[in-house]
């Protein structure tokens, strides 16, 4: 895994004071952000085992902001009141437009620091293509969402079809759980959701539905790869601590090669390991 983040703040590290006034105290305590891909309740037990683990390998304590949606957590980040934060690839960019966010890592799902917007049917609906879809009723998770809206939705543009009147409805349900499961339950027809693969084997349908419900479910369309979500930090936070900073992403890059962090990662966010990141990759 490349380390030059970890690099260049070990070089900040050695020009930055003796002592830092926000952590004048022996145990800091670091706000780290998740972004509402799933079921609050369900995100919010998961959110603290990974602040419980990063507390326990850092010797910091951490605390977990589960936001409420995308943009709370852009907000966070401004205001630098959280100070790491797992973002979605757009939530990133906004976040750094309004001046205050670095993007430090990445996820890798599989092999590849990508992933992919998909759309999703049932099986028996005799749905093969996205010409199929016409006068159905779409379900998507957030407004902010990437694969789950804002990017699946460019890409359906740019095969020709505007989704606000190709669908017959179009709705926001939620989280990815709640989306495949309503598209399961025949509540809308189609979903757009998160893929790790554009060969039909891993997405969120493979992540929240049980094992005898996903072979209900199939993805009849791939958007182009997306870049993984990011772990970014209040670049406040990270240039009054440079040293926290480096041994907290010291952690997380090494996340992939402990075997309770890897399951972390994975029921989490489907992630298998993180590797560094630039603002170039967006």
């Known amino acids: ?124 609906k005799n749905i093969e293509t996205i010409q199929d879809l016409r006068g159905k009723r779409m379900g998507w998770t957030y407004p902010s969402s990437t694969a789950g809206y804002i990017f699946t939705k460019a890409a359906l543009h740019a095969e020709g079809i505007d989704a606000d009147t190709f669908f017959r409805t179009n709705s926001f349900i939620g989280g990815y759980d709640e989306l495949v499961r309503s598209v399961v339950d025949g509540t809308v027809d189609v979903g757009a959701v998160l893929a790790n693969d554009t060969e039909n084997k891993k997405g969120a349908w493979t992540q929240y539905l049980g094992a005898k419900d996903r072979h209900l479910i199939k993805a009849i369309y791939y958007t182009k790869p997306i870049p993984g979500d990011t772990v970014t930090g209040s670049k406040i936070f990270i240039g009054e601590n440079p040293k926290v900073t480096n041994e907290v992403l010291e952690v997380l890059l090494d996340m992939g090669n402990d075997e309770k962090g890897k399951k972390l990662l994975a029921d989490i966010y489907q992630v298998d390991y993180l590797v560094d990141a630039e603002s170039g990759d967006y």
């Open 1 to 124: 895994m490349k380390r030059s983040t970890l690099l260049s703040l070990a070089l900040a590290i050695c020009l930055a004071p003796a002592a830092s006034p926000l952590f004048a105290k022996d145990k800091p305590s670091i706000r780290l952000g998740f972004y509402p891909s799933h079921n609050r309740e369900q995100l919010t037990i998961l959110a603290e085992e990974f602040c419980d683990y990063m507390s326990e390998k850092t010797g910091y304590e951490f605390h977990p902001v589960v936001s409420k949606d995308y943009d709370d957590l852009i907000a966070g980040i401004t205001a630098n009141e959280v100070h790491f934060a797992w973002l979605s690839p757009l939530s990133f960019v906004k976040a750094e437009e309004h001046g205050n966010a670095r993007v430090m890592l990445k996820s890798v799902r599989g092999a590849d620091p990508f992933y992919w917007g998909a759309i999703i049917v049932r099986r028996d």
